[in-house]
């Protein structure tokens, strides 16, 4: 109930901040023909600290931590229904861990489908992070589970772009 709760006060302080739910009004980063739609939108976290480095634009220094479990994700909402093609997660690197993970989107923020599933891997975590494109699809919200680090028991994540059409 706590988490509902943190999750309604961010949402109604990014509304009385910025006038909208939609994500800042700061230039989107943009890759190619797509743009960054994840880039300073508002997140949320069941546990951990600083879930807004997640969507800072920063891909080195700054992260998120929490604990990996099953239970705890990281939650970005777009701030309105957007067509997104593609997901990138960068994670802490520079030695021999990686992380497992999976990533889910939904529309309403109650029926959730798997975006991408990396619940197996074993690649060692890298500057160039993880990502996958796929068929243009519509969401607001995303949740990131992170399930295992093979160096300790917490999750890094520097950075969570969302790709979409500008």
Not at 44 to 67: C, H, I, L
Not at 128 to 140: N, S, T, V
Request: hydrophobic share 35%; proline share 1%.
């Amino acid at each position: 109930m706590r988490g509902k709760v943190r999750f309604f006060l961010l949402l109604l302080a990014s509304l009385l901040l910025s006038g909208s739910v939609l994500c800042s009004g700061e230039e989107k980063k943009s890759v190619g023909k797509r743009e960054n739609l994840a880039l300073h939108c508002s997140v949320f976290s069941y546990t951990g600290r600083n879930p807004e480095y997640a969507v800072d634009g920063k891909r080195q220094g700054t992260f998120f931590e929490s604990r990996w479990s099953e239970k705890n994700f990281l939650e970005i909402d777009l701030g309105e229904v957007r067509k997104a093609d593609g997901v990138r997660i960068f994670f802490w690197h520079g030695d021999l861990r990686y992380y497992q993970f999976y990533v889910l989107s939904s529309v309403d923020g109650k029926k959730w489908e798997m975006l991408y599933d990396e619940r197996k891997n074993s690649v060692r975590s890298r500057e160039e992070g993880f990502g996958k494109d796929f068929p243009a699809k519509e969401m607001r919200f995303v949740r990131v589970f992170v399930l295992f680090n093979s160096v300790n028991a917490s999750c890094h994540i520097r950075e969570v772009e969302i790709y979409g059409k500008k």
